[in-house]
C-alpha cells in the first residue's frame, strides 16, 4: 500500500505491525542515548511534557487513539517515535554526535528508513518534535534551527531542491507538512529585478500608464488623410 511504512511505524496508525517490530529496539535506544547525553531531563520529565500534549496530539488523528491503544500507550508511542525521528535528523545534520558504527546511520537503515517518515499516515503532530528537540538541546546546539535540520536530512529524497525560508512552525502540521512547504515555496527573484506583472486576460487591452503629474498625455493620432483639428490658444 502507498500510505503503509516498509520498515518504521511513526505515529499510531501502523503501530505493532509486524514489518516494524525490529525498528522498536531502535527507537529504545534512541530513548537511552538521550537519557545519557542529557543527564539534566530525566525519563519522568519527558513523559509528563507529553501527557501535557497529549489532547491537542489527539486532535491529529482520525479515531480514538487514546482508546485504541490505552491512554499510557499513546504517550509511549510519542515519546519513542519522536526521540528516533529527533536523532535520526540531528545525527544526519551534526557529525560529533555521530559514533562509530551507529546503528542509525548505517548504509541499510538511511536507505531503507528515510522515505517512511514522509508518508502521510506515518506522522507525530510536528508540535511533539519540536518539544522532544528542544528538550534534549545541548549547548552547542542553541544556534541550530531543526526546520533547516529536517529539511537537510530529507532532502536527498526529494524530486526537487528545497528551500530553508521556513520560520513559522506553529503553521508547520507535521514533518510531511514542512518539507512540502519548503519544496513548493517559489523562489525569490534576484535583488533589483522586478518579478513580471500578470498578463492581462486575452481580448482586455491593458491600462495605459499613467502620465507623469502635469504632463498632457499627446493626443490620439488622426486617420490617414484626415487633419488633425486646430486647437484654439487662449489669448493672454
Known amino acids: 500500500m502507498a500510505y503503509e511504512p516498509q520498515v518504521i511505524s511513526i505515529g499510531p496508525y501502523h503501530r505493532g505491525k509486524d514489518h516494524s517490530t525490529v525498528m522498536e529496539v531502535h527507537k529504545k535506544h534512541c530513548l537511552i542515548m538521550l537519557l545519557d547525553r542529557n543527564k539534566e531531563k530525566t525519563l519522568k520529565e519527558y513523559v509528563e511534557a507529553l501527557e501535557g500534549l497529549k489532547e491537542e496530539s489527539l486532535k491529529y488523528y482520525s479515531e480514538s487513539q487514546d482508546q485504541k491503544n490505552g491512554e499510557d500507550q499513546f504517550v509511549e508511542m510519542m515519546l519513542f517515535d519522536g526521540c528516533f525521528v529527533v536523532e535520526l535528523i540531528r545525527k544526519s545534520a551534526m557529525e560529533e554526535f555521530r559514533k562509530e558504527n551507529d ?132 489669448r493672454e
Open 103 to 234: 546503528h542509525l546511520l548505517t548504509h541499510f537503515i538511511l536507505r531503507t528508513v528515510m522515505r517512511d517518515p514522509l508518508l502521510i499516515e506515518n506522522q507525530l503532530p510536528f508540535f511533539i518534535v519540536m518539544k522532544l528537540f528542544d528538550m534534549t538541546k545541548m549547548s552547542n546546539e542553541a544556534h541550530q534551527n531543526f526546520m533547516h535540520m529536517a529539511i537537510n536530512c530529507f532532502s536527498i529524497i526529494m524530486p526537487g531542491p528545497c528551500s530553508k525560508k521556513i520560520e513559522n512552525h506553529p503553521s508547520i502540521k507535521h514533518l510531511l507538512g514542512l518539507l512540502h512547504d519548503s519544496c513548493v515555496s517559489p523562489p525569490e527573484a534576484p535583488k533589483g529585478v522586478r518579478p513580471p506583472s500578470p498578463e492581462a486576460p486575452k481580448g482586455v487591452n491593458p491600462p495605459p500608464p499613467e502620465a507623469a503629474r502635469g504632463v498632457r498625455p499627446p493626443p490620439p493620432e488622426a486617420p490617414k488623410g484626415v487633419k488633425p483639428p486646430h486647437r484654439r490658444h487662449r
